[in-house]
C-alpha cells in the first residue's frame, strides 16, 4: 500500500545526487527546502519519486519494524501490565 505514496526529490549541489527534500523555514520565515541528507538548501522539488526510487537512492524505511499492521498487534498487546 506504500507504493502509492510518493516524496518530494531534489537535485542537493552538496550531495551531488538527487536526494528527498524537506521543507523548513529559514531565519526570515520563508520556506525553504533542504535536503534530508547533508541541509543544504535545494531547489524546490519538481519531481516525486515512489518508495522504490528512493530506496535505490539509498534511503531506507522501518516499514517492517514493529508496526501493528502485519501481526495482528500483538506486540502493542504485551505491553499491557
Ligand atoms: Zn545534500
Known amino acids: 500500500m506504500h ?8 537535485y542537493c549541489q552538496r550531495c551531488g545526487s538527487t536526494q528527498l527534500a524537506g521543507r523548513d523555514l529559514d531565519a ?10 547533508c541541509d543544504h538548501q535545494v531547489e524546490p522539488p519538481d ?10 537512492l ?6 517492517d519494524d514493529g508496526g ?3 501481526g495482528g498487534c500483538s ?3 504485551s505491553r499491557s501490565s
Do not use: L, Q
Open 47 to 56: 519531481r516525486r519519486f515512489s518508495v522504490t526510487s528512493v530506496t535505490a
Open 58 to 63: 539509498g534511503y531506507t524505511f522501518d516499514e
Open 75 to 77: 506486540s502493542c498487546a
Open 28 to 37: 526570515s520565515g520563508a520556506w525553504v527546502h533542504r535536503c534530508v541528507r
Open 3 to 10: 507504493e502509492s505514496v510518493m516524496f518530494p526529490v531534489a
Open 68 to 70: 501493528c499492521g502485519g
